[in-house]
């Protein structure tokens, strides 16, 4: 069947099919999936790096201004026993996430860290990183050291919106500088955003999903917002839509985006995860094509703790690994092991 995917219209009335119509419209994604992509998924190990940040992000649990936060930053150790670990395991590449630091002692941690991996691992592992905002000088420092792809969700493409969602020193047009220039400096970028935020209609979903198109990223990690209690948006808890109907809408996005961006690396998120226990499960069949097992140590897990319900904060290393396989073969997909699973749309553009 052939979709409208012209406007946000067409687009919005798509994220609101339900029952047998939203089974089909999954359906045809995951046929545009294995036409593109295939049927394997790639592995990527997570290293939730740092919980220290600068911004003040409205939804998120570790913003600067939640006092009750245990502030950690892994040791240089830590983060290579996880890449080890990764690379044993045969997950192609690994993704070092983390608050938001521009000083240079972290600017340098990190270019650091970048080389260790590359060199310890013999170059095989790919890595992406997801640290934030920053300078065009430093992704440069960052790419050079041997950094693959970069993840920096646009959040949400209405800048109206964006201003309700964050302090007034978080600026829409930045984050959109800092993906241009991402994309100058060779990464493999990706964006994303967040599904169910209170004040979010449909039809601005369904501008998002365009709007990844517009920007022609080479990979989406996206997923439902989800409610935490310390932060400022949990005021607006009433005004969202159901963990049910959130579901419902992310699944259908993620169709909607495979539909029209076929070659993309789509992300199975944790967040998708936290709203039902078949989530990861259901992304990876109907449109997803990573998917990142948890290794940060068991430790700091519960420290990174972004919304209500996050999964995955009691696994061990070995339980992450073997828990996404399971996932992996129960949506019907096959492991890319010792694979880096680089974009096919990256690949295409250069
Ligand atoms: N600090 C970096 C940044 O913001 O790009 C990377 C880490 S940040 C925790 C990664 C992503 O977590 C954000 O882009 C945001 O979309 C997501 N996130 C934060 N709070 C969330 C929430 N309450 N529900 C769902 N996702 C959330
Ligand atoms: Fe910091 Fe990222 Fe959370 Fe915003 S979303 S407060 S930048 S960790």
């Not at 919106?161 to 241009?180: E, K, N």
């Not at 948890?294 to 904060?313: G, Q, S, V």
């Amino acid at each position: 069947m052939d979709y409208d995917l012209t406007g946000p219209e067409p687009v919005a009335g798509l994220l609101l099919l339900r029952g047998e119509e939203a089974r089909e419209l999954r359906s045809a994604a995951h046929e545009t999936k294995l036409r593109h992509v295939g049927g394997k998924v790639y592995l990527r190990g997570l290293i939730e790096y740092s919980n220290q940040c600068r911004k003040n992000c409205y939804y998120c649990g570790i913003r600067r201004g939640n006092a009750k936060v245990n502030r950690y930053q892994l040791g240089r150790e830590e983060v290579l026993q996880a890449a080890a670990f990764a690379h044993k395991a045969g997950f192609g590449s690994i993704v070092l996430q983390g608050g938001e630091r521009q000083d240079e002692a972290f600017v340098r941690e990190i270019e650091e860290l970048i080389s260790a991996i590359m060199e310890s691992s013999r170059g095989e592992l790919g890595i992406t990183l997801s640290l934030g905002e920053q300078n065009p000088g430093t992704y440069a420092r960052w790419k050079k050291a041997g950094a693959l792809r970069y993840l920096l969700r646009i959040e949400t493409s209405s800048e109206e919106l964006y201003a309700r969602l964050h302090p007034r020193d978080h600026s829409f047009q930045a984050r959109l500088d800092c993906l241009r220039a991402l994309r100058d400096e060779g990464y493999q970028v990706g964006s994303g955003i967040m599904i169910g935020l209170p004040f979010q209609m449909p039809v601005q979903i369904a501008r998002d999903l365009l709007f990844l198109k517009d920007l022609d990223v080479d990979m989406v990690g996206m997923g439902p917002y989800v409610e935490h209690a310390q932060t400022p948006l949990w005021d607006f808890r009433h005004e969202i839509p159901s963990r049910q109907e959130r579901y419902e809408l992310s699944l259908n996005a993620w169709a909607v985006l495979r539909l029209l961006m076929p070659d993309i690396n789509i992300a199975s998120t944790t967040a998708i995860g936290s709203l039902s226990p078949q989530g990861r499960e259901e992304a990876l069949r109907v449109a997803a094509n990573v998917i990142m097992p948890n290794l940060t140590p068991y430790a700091a897990r519960k420290e990174y703790f972004l919304y209500e319900h996050k999964i995955c904060i009691e696994e061990s290393q070995e339980d992450s690994r073997e828990n996404i396989e399971k996932i992996i073969r129960a949506a019907g997909c096959e492991p890319g092991y010792f694979a880096q699973g680089n974009s096919l749309h990256f690949a295409a553009r250069k």
